[in-house]
């Protein structure tokens, strides 16, 4: 009878054991990244994560890394390459999450060129979601980008909807715009 409750008090100490080193040793969480790994980084959660900047009392500026609300779709534990932050023409202290640049024609170039668009699926998932938010069709606006990028930019800035008047008579679900998925890697 001892050796039987030995024996489920080491499987429990084991078990309990094994969770608490997990949890430290696995996964990135993102308040512990500095803020040359933050910006493009996604945590063992899934969430991404997002640099933030402070200015203290002092007039000090200070950073720091925190999770987001925003899920990555097909990625976990993931601090971005230094390869792929200067192929899709990133910054590494690029502060939070926005679909701005997107605007910019020289970025969507580089975000639209091989390298990135076909090696750096973590950044083309962000900016998939990001554009979708904004009614773009990613992969439209990369088509786009080949030809006449101006007319794409048009319709990103102008999100494609335009909110009716107070008595228009528009069947309001009849325009809902449906959610994207990113595309696969191929």
């Known amino acids: 009878m001892a050796s039987n409750f030995g024996l489920k008090s080491l499987a429990i100490l084991a078990l309990t054991l094994a969770i608490c080193v997990q949890g430290s040793l696995g996964g990135i969480t993102c308040e512990n990244l500095n803020k040359d790994k933050c910006a493009y980084a996604v945590s063992s959660s899934g969430k991404r994560c997002v640099l933030e900047k402070h200015v203290k009392r002092s007039g000090e ?5 925190r ?4 899920e990555a779709d097909k990625v976990t534990d993931w601090v971005e390459s230094d390869h792929c932050i200067d192929a899709c023409g990133l910054d590494r202290k690029s502060l939070g999450i926005s679909s701005d640049s997107l605007l910019d024609s020289g970025f969507t170039r580089k975000l639209c060129s091989t390298q990135c668009y076909n090696g750096c699926l973590n950044i083309i998932d962000l900016y998939f979601n990001l554009a979708a938010g904004e009614g773009v069709f990613l992969p439209k606006l990369c088509e786009a980008q080949r030809g006449d990028a101006r007319r794409e930019m048009a319709e990103i800035r102008s999100s494609g909807l335009v ?22 890697p191929a």
């Open 61 to 65: 500026e200070a950073y720091v890394c």
């Open 67 to 70: 999770t987001s609300e925003i």
């Open 163 to 184: 909110a009716p008047g107070p008595v228009s008579g528009v069947n309001h679900f009849k325009y809902m715009v449906a959610p994207a998925v990113a595309p696969s």
